[in-house]
């Protein structure tokens, strides 16, 4: 087997090296409904398989007031404002730095768009800025940009 190797008796696997990777961005709202999602690889291939993961992410995450999860064996970054949820999901060995960083880059983005109005009225009349953040933010699942102005300054020149 490629990238592992045996040491008395106990079988031990290397994660092959990588750039920081997110596998879903995703922001949800008060029912736990979908308002955007972005899934960066195929761990839920099906639309069924998302909604399902979705709502089991809503509930275990809408109540707590912590900012970090393990669930199905992904590190889910999470934090609400007023009537959203924002999420983001990477594989259980991800740094969870790096994931808030991605999580506060794309809310404190959104924020300067939106003019602080972080809400689901506000968003839903700018869903071509949110997609144009997120693009900006990651790309294929490689983090890219980690600085909010960075990302408004982009999104305004687009």
């Known amino acids: 087997v ?14 092959e090296p990588s750039l920081y990777t997110v596998k879903a961005i995703l922001i949800l709202d ?14 839920y ?8 993961f979705e709502k089991n992410i809503f509930n275990k995450t809408h109540r707590t007031d912590s900012e970090i999860a393990l669930l199905e064996g992904l590190t889910v ?23 808030m960083a991605v999580l506060n880059c794309l809310f404190d983005s959104l924020s300067q768009m939106l003019r602080k109005n972080v809400e689901k009225r506000a968003l839903l009349e700018n869903m071509e800025g949110l997609f ?4 900006e933010i ?14 408004v300054h982009r999104v305004a020149l687009r």
């Open 2 to 15: 490629a990238g592992a190797f045996r040491t008395e008796g106990m079988f031990i696997s290397l994660q």
């Open 77 to 99: 970054v999470y934090k609400s404002s007023i009537d959203l949820y924002f999420y983001v999901i990477g594989s259980s060995y991800e740094n969870e730095l790096m994931l």
């Open 132 to 135: 144009l953040a997120v693009d």
């Open 138 to 151: 990651v790309d294929g699942g490689v983090i890219l940009e980690s600085d909010p102005q960075q990302v």
């Open 45 to 52: 291939p099906s639309v069924k398989e998302q909604k399902a």
């Open 30 to 43: 008060n029912d736990g409904d979908r308002l955007f999602a972005k899934y960066y690889d195929d761990t």
